[in-house]
């Protein structure tokens, strides 16, 4: 640790991925945001099978958001796939995060949920700064950090001559 007195904020700090609280935590983190995701779809698969009619609903209503008439047409055009597609989604993006397989890309998924979610709500009565932009950080986090690879079959899926052979698949996974 050192101290700048020219810049008493700065100061040298370290982030260790490799430690064991850090790794049982993004390891938690990522179950954790998967939970979430995994009982929000399949909660709506139990109430409305994959026939999930508030979602094309929701984006008719959404006139006055910040991303306009996209939304609005979505839901009058794509309800075939918004029914089906919301739960499914939600339901394998929260299973994969949970058990830690293809981590990333499940991430980016979600990443891409909470960020319709967050735009979409553009009255944002409660403030930029609100659930559906948490859940956003949640998934960049889970992201950007590899998460699948702390407790997840990530790690294990990793090591496989197969992964070894097709190093891009670690983009995916991790």
Do not use: C
């Not at 399949?42 to 958001?65: C, D, H, R, W």
């Amino acid at each position: 640790m050192s101290y700048q007195a020219t810049n008493p904020l700065a100061d040298d700090f370290e982030f260790e991925l490799g430690g064991t609280t850090t790794a049982y935590w993004i390891g938690l983190l990522r179950v954790i945001t998967g939970w979430w995701f995994f009982h929000a779809g399949v909660t709506k698969i139990i109430e409305s099978g994959l026939n999930f009619g508030y979602g094309p609903a929701y984006m008719q209503q959404m006139t006055g958001t910040a991303l306009g008439p996209i939304p609005v047409w979505m839901g009058n055009n794509l309800a075939w796939l918004i029914k089906p597609g919301v739960p499914l989604f939600e339901t394998l993006i929260g299973l994969a995060l949970m058990v830690g397989v293809l981590t990333r890309l499940a991430a980016v998924g979600g990443t891409v949920f909470m960020t319709l979610f967050w735009v979409g709500n553009a009255g944002f009565g409660h403030g930029l700064v609100n659930s559906d932009l948490m859940g956003l950080l949640l998934f960049v986090t889970v992201l950007v950090l590899g998460a699948g690879r702390y407790y997840g079959l990530d790690a294990i899926i990793e090591k496989t001559e197969f992964v070894r052979q097709r190093p891009r698949l670690r983009y995916l996974l991790g």
